[in-house]
């Protein structure tokens, strides 16, 4: 049987915690939420860019080759005016605005936790 990690910690009894949070691989897990990446390049291609990892939230997009340098980030799946950009945070790419001529940027942004780690085996089922 298989649990989430939030439930087999929410659930679990105290005596499995640290085995819990073991197989859970924790301390992973949080470094990837709550450490920023900072300043990756990332090369864009008919005006679609991908992140190294999955975001949890972006910080700053600057464009390092185009003509606008600070953009606005706005929903996936919409169509980015000039100045935008559009963040998909379930495949890490961001689409610019043709407009702005973006071939190079660097983003700010957080990682998301490694998928591996969102659900272990239960170590005792009560």
């Known amino acids: 049987m298989s649990f989430y990690v939030k439930d087999a910690l929410d659930r679990g009894a105290p005596v499995d915690l640290a085995d819990n949070v073991k197989v859970a691989k924790l ?12 300043a990756e390049a990332v090369t864009v291609s008919a005006n679609v860019g991908t992140l190294a990892y999955l975001p949890s939230s972006v910080l700053g997009v600057r464009s390092t080759a185009g003509s606008t340098k600070g953009h606005i980030q706005i ?13 998909n945070y379930a495949t890490g ?7 702005d001529s973006v071939t190079a940027c660097v983003v700010t942004y957080h990682k998301c936790a490694e998928k591996a ?8 089922v009560r």
């Open 27 to 38: 301390g992973t897990m949080l470094y990837n939420l709550c450490t920023p990446v900072e």
């Open 75 to 87: 929903p996936a799946g919409s169509v980015p005016n000039a100045g935008e950009v559009a963040v």
């Open 93 to 99: 790419a961001l689409t610019f605005a043709a407009a």
């Open 117 to 124: 780690n969102l659900v272990l085996d239960a170590i005792d």
